[in-house]
């Protein structure tokens, strides 16, 4: 058996690489099978339409990301969103072949060579711990999304950086891993910082292990990295000052620079300190997600995994919780309080961990088990359990033959005359048409735009850049009299609103006139028609469109929020029709 103690600062499991491959090519397949051909009902369209377009997202503004995506767009294979699906997919197997590989090199019996299992035992515990692995359903979820690509990434980094720390720990005099976790740390700021900021203790930490190696040259070097890695965020401005699209706050100065980064849009939302019960809910979704998401009884397993760990290595244990705790951490105690549902997406980035800590007690189980072939039983056990767990997370999550997100897109721009200009309430309603309009080029005699940005200058901006007779158009810098201006352009430029208004609705009512129904959207129009010439526009829209919920709208729990509210755009058309 080779010795796990070796030169060489490469990943390598150590069977054949062809089995490993067609390993690897299996689980690809099975992604593939469940992957999304086009567009899901989160904020893909806007992540899509970013990449290709070389946009701005929504803050941070995910710079790497944009860079990145826009790459991997240019791959001539389906369309724009399933290439990044694809992408995410592909994150998905590197960050698993990273942690199968740090798991390998914690094999501490391999360093008691009198209580070693046959090779080929610790080969199937970690083709069995790959299926648990992909089988979580926030990974697996991730894994078939564009949006997805954002907390893949980070679960990559994450991956990384513990291979990373376990090659140096093997490795002590080799500098290259701080090195590269610097300059990764870096680069994954440039995409989450939110995430990648809980780093810091964990890096802290892995700096005073090498603290008699620092020197004032090394701490340039590092810098240096470190400036290297965030400077993506230069895209920001840059690409700002082209007028791209989408382009959120139009970062062309300081200011504006610091309210896209800073990511002010949410401030007043994520709170330090948090009521009782925002805590107690986020306790929940997490022991939700940890209990129910994998594997049953596999987050007992990793927990074990943390006790076996530290009495075999304290400084490694204690490295990776530097890393894990502080992430959980934030995870629980900062979000957006309506955004719990999110926290399996959030947690991604720690799976590799617990699969990694899973390794750790089951590889124990293993050693103490009399004779080889009981471990190989164990671990085949464990193979055919996360077989059948995944079998259910696939059926859950399968959108091989999911197209709502662009249909409903298609259908809202269908519905509009010539230069109409639709302002949008939601995320659910502006995310498709972003992707329609940047990423398929659909529409482009539209003018359309999230409301929220006519509440700033560089929104007023854009919408009337859109169209040559809209930069005439005079208003003050008050939401309530952009809407008014805009009511008042004419036949030229008809203003329609999203079927979404819950945000808004106060500021709409006070408007002259009414908002009328017109299939998915309200029309603004001054005086108010009979209600019959309502209910003859909407099924002449109607005939029109292919569409979905037609059985009216009813709460799927086995539906994400995305597409409930999708689902509740189509249902509401009928609304009028039964007044």
């Known amino acids: 058996m080779p010795s796990n103690e070796k030169s060489g600062f490469r990943p390598s499991l150590e069977l054949s690489p062809w089995v490993w491959a067609v390993y690897f090519l299996l689980l690809w397949q099975i992604l593939l099978r469940a992957q999304n051909p086009g567009l899901m009902s989160d904020d893909s369209g806007e992540m899509a339409a970013a990449a290709y377009n070389l946009g701005l997202a929504h803050p941070p503004g995910y710079p790497f990301f944009g860079l990145m995506g826009h790459l991997v767009v240019l791959i001539p294979v389906g369309t724009m969103a399933f290439r990044l699906n694809l992408f995410s997919a592909a994150l998905t197997l590197f960050s698993l072949f990273l942690t199968l590989d740090a798991a390998r090199n914690l094999d501490f019996s391999r360093r008691n060579p009198g209580r070693a299992t046959a090779d080929w035992a610790q080969e199937v515990l970690l083709a069995a711990l790959g299926v ?22 980070t679960l990559f980094w994450a991956t990384a950086a513990v291979w990373l720390y376990v090659f140096q720990q093997r490795h002590p005099e080799d500098d290259r891993p701080w090195w590269a976790i610097c300059l990764l740390w870096a680069v994954g700021l440039a995409n989450h910082w939110q995430t990648m900021v809980l780093w810091v203790p964990f890096l802290t930490f892995w700096s005073l292990q090498r603290r008699q190696q620092r020197r004032g040259k090394k701490l340039l070097l590092g810098s240096t990295l ?24 139009y970062p062309i100065n300081l200011p504006l620079f610091d309210w896209v980064v800073s990511r002010q849009l949410v401030a007043g939302v994520e709170h330090w300190i948090q009521t009782g019960a925002f805590y107690l809910e986020s306790a929940k979704e997490i022991a939700r997600a940890g209990f129910m998401d994998w594997l049953p009884g596999f987050m007992i397993v990793s927990l074990i995994g943390v006790v076996v760990l530290r009495k075999k290595d304290r400084s490694l244990v204690y490295g990776f919780l530097a890393l894990f705790l502080p992430v959980l951490m934030g995870v629980f105690a900062v979000h957006e309080e309506y955004n719990t549902h999110l926290i399996p997406c959030y947690l991604v980035s720690l799976s590799g961990l617990a699969v990694l800590f899973g390794f750790v007690a089951l590889r124990s189980l293993q050693t103490s088990l009399p004779h080889p072939q009981e471990a190989v039983i164990l671990a085949g056990l464990l193979g055919l359990a996360a077989g059948v767990w995944l079998a259910h997370v696939f059926q859950a999550e399968d959108k091989s033959r999911y197209t709502l997100a662009e249909d409903f897109g298609t259908n809202v721009l269908m519905g509009l005359p010539r230069g109409a200009v639709l302002l949008a309430d939601g995320d659910h309603y502006v995310m498709p048409i972003w992707y329609e309009r940047y990423a398929q080029g659909k529409r482009p005699d539209v003018v359309f735009e999230p409301s929220v940005f006519l509440y700033h200058g560089w929104g007023w901006k854009q919408l009337i850049d859109q169209s040559a007779d809209l930069k005439p158009v005079e208003s003050s810098p008050l939401f309530q009299e952009r809407l008014d201006a805009l009511a008042r352009v004419g036949p030229a430029h008809p203003l329609f609103y999203s079927l979404g208004r819950e945000f808004l609705e106060p500021a709409l009512e006070k408007m002259p006139g009414a908002w009328v129904p017109r299939g998915l959207v309200y029309a603004w129009e001054l005086h108010r028609p009979f209600p019959l010439e309502v209910s003859r526009r909407v099924f002449q829209v109607l005939g029109k469109e292919r569409l979905r919920g037609w059985e009216g709208f009813q709460m799927d729990l086995r539906r994400d929020l995305s597409t409930e509210q999708i689902y509740r755009y189509y249902a509401e058309q009928l609304s009028v029709l039964k007044q």
């Open 132 to 153: 648990v692995f992909i089988s979580f359903r926030g990974v697996f979820a991730q894994s078939l999304t564009a949006k997805g690509c954002v907390y893949t990434l």
């Open 226 to 249: 470190v400036f290297i890695g965030i400077s993506p965020y230069l895209y920001l401005p840059f690409r700002a000052r082209l007028d791209c699209e989408p382009c959120w706050g």
